[in-house]
């Protein structure tokens, strides 16, 4: 049976407030995020690279979004789950789950960020 998906190709993360929300990401992935304003809508930009495997992705801050754990839930690639988790819950985040073996496709944790998502991390080592 033919099928007109492909991939995943964009995320959206709500927040309730974005200062407090690019700090907590800034800290806990060690990275800068980039501020942009769309009418109504304030988000920061994660991290990526055009023509590179992944999602790309942003915080939301509008005001139909509302942060959550129920719900689709977005996984994060890092290089070190236990040092990413560590980040989180140093920046005020809650540890869900911590780092557990998936078999051959690698390891996962979860937490709970500075506005209440769940989010995941994945990596393959």
């Known amino acids: 049976m033919a099928t007109s998906f492909q991939h995943a190709v964009w995320f ?3 927040v309730t407030d ?3 929300a690019i700090a907590f990401y ?3 992935f060690e990275t800068e995020l980039k501020r942009q304003e769309m009418g ?3 988000m920061a930009w994660l ?3 055009q023509g590179q495997y992944g999602a790309s992705g942003t915080l939301m801050l509008a005001e139909s979004y509302v942060p959550s ?3 689709s839930m977005v996984y994060l690639n890092t290089d070190d789950i236990d040092a990413t988790l560590g980040r989180a819950e140093a920046q005020g985040g809650k540890i869900l789950n911590p ?3 998936i078999g051959e496709f690698g390891f996962v944790g979860h937490f709970e960020d500075s506005e209440g998502n769940r989010i995941g991390l994945h990596n393959t080592q």
């Open 47 to 49: 991290p990526s690279e």
């Open 18 to 20: 974005m200062d407090r």
């Open 12 to 14: 959206e993360i709500p």
């Open 40 to 42: 109504p809508l304030t």
């Open 26 to 28: 800034e800290a806990v």
């Open 99 to 101: 780092k557990m073996s």
């Open 69 to 71: 754990h129920q719900g």
